[in-house]
């Protein structure tokens, strides 16, 4: 039985073989024509396929840019809401500019703001900037060394989270 099963493969290859010959030898118009559409079909869908790579891509980066987006904003409402806290702990720090207690809970908050992202507006000696200064008040020159349009004093201050303004410095300028 052996002997046959070797004959029926040798005869089925042969057969492989010649047929494969046949078809090598002289492709009809017809096959050719197939086989130009089928190229045809896989061009169009590795299009396909490329395209919908490229949108899931977009689609990706998209999502999270709106994820940061999200976050920055969440991140930019809290610290609006512990600005008026900041401005408590500064107005009692004039009032009582010893007391050891208020001095602590200012550099908690500092260092809270610094973790944060927040920093705070440079005023008092700076020039006007519109972008982060709000003048609310001009005064004369205290004396000849000041500049026009410089600021004075602060009557609050002003923050920046990142490269956003928060809130602009409410500031005393001199004419």
């Known amino acids: ?34 086989i130009e559409q089928l190229n045809n079909k896989i061009a169009e869908l590795n299009d396909k396929y490329l395209r919908v790579a490229a949108e899931l891509e977009n689609t990706r980066r998209r999502a999270t840019l709106d994820i940061e987006s999200v976050s920055r904003n969440r991140a930019m409402s809290v610290a609006e809401k512990i600005l008026p806290v900041m401005d408590a702990v500064q107005s009692a720090l004039k009032h009582s500019p010893d007391d050891e207690g208020i001095k602590s809970m200012e550099r908690a908050l500092q260092n809270a703001f610094a973790q944060i992202g927040i920093t705070k507006i440079e005023t008092i000696g700076q020039p006007l900037n519109p972008q982060f200064h709000n003048a609310i008040q001009m005064v ?23 490269d956003t303004v928060l809130r602009t410095a409410m500031v005393i300028v001199s004419k």
């Open 1 to 34: 039985m052996e002997d046959k099963k070797e004959n029926t493969n040798t005869e089925v290859e042969i057969d492989t073989v010649s047929i494969n010959d046949d078809k090598k030898e002289a492709p009809s118009d017809k096959q050719s024509e197939i």
């Open 140 to 162: 004369d020159k205290p004396d000849e060394k000041t500049a026009t349009n410089t600021i004075i004093d602060e009557m609050q201050s002003g923050y920046m989270f990142g």
